[in-house]
Structures are given as C-alpha cells and as structure tokens.
C-alpha cells in the first residue's frame, strides 16, 4: 500500500475567525492537519499524538510544510 500524499493545501474557516490548515490526498480525502485541528479547538497538539495515527507526506506547492510529514485526521 502506497503512502498518502497531501498533494493540496488551503486555510479553512470552519469557526468565523479561527483559520486552519487543510490538505487534499491524493486518493480525494480533504483532512486537517493535527496541528490545526488542536487550534481549532483550543487544546495543546501534544493531546492528540495518543490518538492520530495517520501521517502523510506532504507535496502540495504552497504549502509550508512541504517535503515533510505530517499527521492529519
């Protein structure tokens, strides 16, 4: 099985005023990052690292996170 790829990347406002990142794998699936979904709701990211699992490379041009992993849900 091939690993994931986050080939876009975007800001999403989900809540007025609160902006996350956001990503597109290549198979179609839209995630936010695990960073991003810890500001959205306010919690430190280390709260999430016993439960996320999925990590993906991300490719997406504009992003800067390029070239890295990252953990997405």
Request: include cysteine.
């Amino acid at each position: 099985m091939k690993d994931p790829k986050a080939i876009y990347y975007g800001k999403i406002e989900l809540i007025p005023g609160i902006i996350c990142d956001g990503y597109v794998l290549d198979d179609g699936t839209a995630v936010m990052s695990e960073r991003g979904i810890a500001d959205l709701l306010g919690m430190k990211q280390a709260s999430f690292q016993n439960v996320t699992v999925n990590s993906v490379k991300v490719t997406a041009e504009n992003s800067p996170h390029k070239g890295r992993k990252i953990t997405v849900s």
